[in-house]
């Protein structure tokens, strides 16, 4: 799942590891959701989106992955 975790981390000057004390995880975990391995529960992204003054929605890009996931089901 895309989202925007990681421009949002650098636009705030902020390392992997700064991040996830902030929001009570491992740096892995931040690093796994930058990479898009790993979709954050909603409550963790509920906290990413408090550190960075955003909607979860927005965070989430969760138009935009609607949209692809929707198009996935098209094809079917």
Known sequence: ??????ELRL???MTQQQLADLV???SRTIISI????????L???YRLAQVFG???EELCCLK???????KQYENL
Request: positive net charge; glycine residues 0%; aromatic residues 6%.
């Open 34 to 41: 930058e990479r898009e391995h790993y979709k954050p529960s």
């Open 11 to 13: 636009q705030n000057k």
């Open 24 to 26: 009570y995880v491992s």
């Open 64 to 70: 935009e992955n609607k949209e692809l996931e929707d």
């Open 1 to 6: 799942m895309k989202t925007k975790v990681k």
């Open 43 to 45: 409550m963790l992204a």
């Open 54 to 56: 955003v909607t979860v």
